[in-house]
Every structure is written in structure tokens, then in C-alpha cells.
């Protein structure tokens, strides 16, 4: 499988090491050889018929010149699109900045991989938080395969949960905890580190969003209940359906005075009859939505086998790569 990849941050290039681990694996258990025939990302790109190695791709991003000084390479900024259109490439993972207030040229990447008859896997929230039923249906009707599995819990499959749960029973209520840089921050105030401080640990560690004010204003929560809502709940949801408020109004006071009170704050994500909502909550400590660093957890309700519960580590390079390695496994197998 030739795989096109736009965007070569964090993720993109814990892609590209996943891909070159796991190769025997791969190989051995489905008979998969994925192959990275082009890199895109905000400086330019290099794009062959032939295979790319992951180290040099590696070795290249971190140069002066970026991947344009790779053999083949180009300087850019370039015609991503285009460059989807016109590569050999059987699938287009896409690991661009998730823009919720510009997604159009993260949709556009995506219509042009299914018109041009690829696959696409992203870990890009953006698109599906405005447009994930049309995206659906063009992949669908031009014959190829919409995978997402990275964009909600990152590596912790929550939407594959979710859909099995679904498959002979009813998601009635979710109450979730779909963030771990703010999760890392609540986790990180209730032991009496800043909220600042907390917050550039967590882009440090790769946790946060390009513009973490995503995080912070439940904006990237909200995104993923509008996923896991159309993905598992028969729903048919935008970003717009939400009603959001983020953390940075939570104070070390209010911290300290929900600890008197056994309890801690956390931003959670709910879906029920009411809508979907995010909000920071004080919630049980020691209970289920009591979680350390950059967990995530979701507490699913449902008509006929009761609670299912998931937890897991939510954010993070390699953990995201991984969800994206799992969704070409499925491509692989079923298309
Ligand atoms: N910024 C996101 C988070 C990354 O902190 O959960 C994973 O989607």
C-alpha cells in the first residue's frame, strides 16, 4: 500500500517510525507493506513513484531545508491538493493542524484523495467537525474508505468501541473525558503546579494542539463528541450543535476548594437527550473520570448492557500513530 502523507509534525513523524518498526509485523500478520511514496508538510515536500525511507525523511525534516533538500524534494509552500490528485499513492494519510475555523483546505485534501480514487486516514479533527457526513459520502461514492480512528482517544479505540457497542444496542448517554491536555492541566493543578506551567508541559510533551487554545477551550473535546455522536450514535452533527466552555477560567482556588470537598475538576464531554455539551465539572475523586495526565476515559450508558466504560492514554505522537497504522490495517483488509 503507497501511502501519501500531508503533514509531518509530531504525528507525521511518529507515523513514519511506526510504519518503519512495525514493518515485519505488518508484513507477517495481514500482509501488509505499507510504503511512503510522498511527504507534504507547511515548507515544502518530496514526492516519488518509489519508496521514501523513514530515516532519511527523518534526518531531512530537522535539516535547514526541510524535506525540499531531500533528492526529489521541492520547496514550498505547495498545491497540496494537486499533489494528492497527481500521486501514485493508494492512500493519503492526512496530519495537518486541525483549523476549526478554516478547515476548508483540510476538506479539499480530502474530497481530492476520494475523487481520485484513494483512501484517506486522518487524524485531522477539523473536517469531520464540519463535515463529516459529506465527507463520508463522497469516499463512499467514489468507491473508497473515510478512516478516523486517531481523532478521538488517539491510540484507545473509542470509536471502535463505540460502533461494536452499537451494532445490537443503543449509546443512550456518554460522559467522557476526550482531552489529555486538559486533563494533564487539572491533573497537574490538583497537585499545585500552575495552570501556565502545566500548559507548556503538555505542548512539550506533544500532548496539545499546533494552537492549544483548542484544548484549553473544549473546542478539540467538542470535535470529538460530534464524531463519536455521528460515528456510533446515528447522529448527524456539527461543531455548531455544541455548546462549549473550556478551563481557562478554573482557578487555584476553585481547585483547592473542590479538593476539600473530595472531589476534583476535570472538562468533561456529555452527550444525552439534552445535546452535546463540554464544560469543566467537579467530579468524584477517586471515581472513574478521576484521571491522571493525559488519560482519557468515556463512561458509555446503554439501553441493554448498562455501563461500558474505556480508558486510556489520549494524546501523544506515537499513541496517535498508532490508531492511524490500525485504520490502514482496516483499509487493507477490507477494501
Ligand atoms: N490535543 C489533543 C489532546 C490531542 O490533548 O487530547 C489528541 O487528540
Not at 535547514?64 to 524534494?73: D, H, Q, S
Not at 481530492?112 to 463529516?132: C, D, E, N, Q, Y
Not at 487539572?186 to 497537585?191: A, Q, T
Not at 506551567?197 to 494552537?211: C, I, K, Q, V
Amino acid at each position: 500500500m503507497r501511502i501519501l502523507i500531508i503533514g509531518f509534525g509530531t504525528v507525521g513523524r511518529a507515523l513514519a517510525t511506526l510504519l518503519e518498526e512495525s514493518r515485519a509485523q505488518l508484513r507477517a500478520q495481514h500482509g501488509l507493506d505499507p510504503t511512503i511514496v510522498g511527504v507534504v508538510d507547511s515548507r515544502g515536500g518530496v514526492v516519488s513513484g518509489n519508496e521514501l525511507a523513514a530515516s532519511e525523511l527523518l534526518v531531512a525534516k530537522k535539516s535547514a531545508r526541510g524535506l525540499a533538500g531531500m533528492p526529489g524534494g521541492i520547496a514550498g509552500p505547495l498545491d497540496a491538493v494537486r499533489l494528492i490528485r497527481e500521486s501514485v499513492a493508494d492512500c493519503v494519510v492526512q496530519v495537518v493542524p486541525s483549523e476549526l475555523s478554516a478547515p476548508g483546505a483540510a476538506i479539499d485534501q480530502l474530497k481530492a484523495a476520494f475523487t481520485s480514487r484513494k483512501h484517506a486516514v486522518t487524524a485531522t479533527k477539523a473536517p469531520l467537525g464540519v463535515a463529516m457526513s459529506e465527507l463520508l459520502g463522497v469516499a463512499a461514492r467514489s468507491g473508497v474508505q473515510l478512516r478516523y480512528s486517531a481523532t478521538v482517544g488517539a491510540g484507545t479505540p473509542f470509536l471502535d468501541l463505540a460502533a461494536s457497542v452499537s451494532r445490537s444496542d443503543r449509546i443512550e448517554r456518554v460522559e467522557a473525558i476526550l482531552n489529555g491536555t486538559t486533563n494533564f492541566i487539572l491533573s497537574s493543578m490538583d497537585e499545585g503546579r500552575s495552570y501556565s506551567e502545566a500548559l507548556a508541559e503538555a505542548t512539550h510533551l506533544g500532548y496539545a494542539e499546533t494552537d492549544p487554545s483548542n484544548d484549553v477551550d473544549g473546542v478539540d473535546t467538542a470535535v470529538k463528541l460530534v464524531i463519536l455522536a455521528n460515528h456510533a450514535m446515528r447522529a448527524r452533527k456539527t461543531f455548531a450543535d455544541a455548546r462549549v466552555q473550556g478551563i481557562r477560567g478554573v482557578t487555584a482556588d476553585q481547585v483547592t476548594a473542590a479538593k476539600g470537598a473530595g472531589k476534583v475538576i476535570r472538562l468533561i464531554g456529555r452527550i444525552d437527550d439534552a445535546g452535546l455539551r463540554v464544560g469543566p465539572e467537579e467530579v468524584e475523586k477517586g471515581g472513574v473520570l478521576d484521571l491522571p495526565g493525559a488519560t482519557n476515559a468515556a463512561v458509555f450508558t446503554t439501553a441493554t448492557c448498562g455501563t461500558v466504560t474505556l480508558r486510556g492514554s489520549g494524546a501523544g505522537g506515537a499513541n496517535t500513530a498508532s490508531a492511524i497504522v490500525r485504520d490502514l490495517v482496516e483499509i487493507w483488509r477490507t477494501k
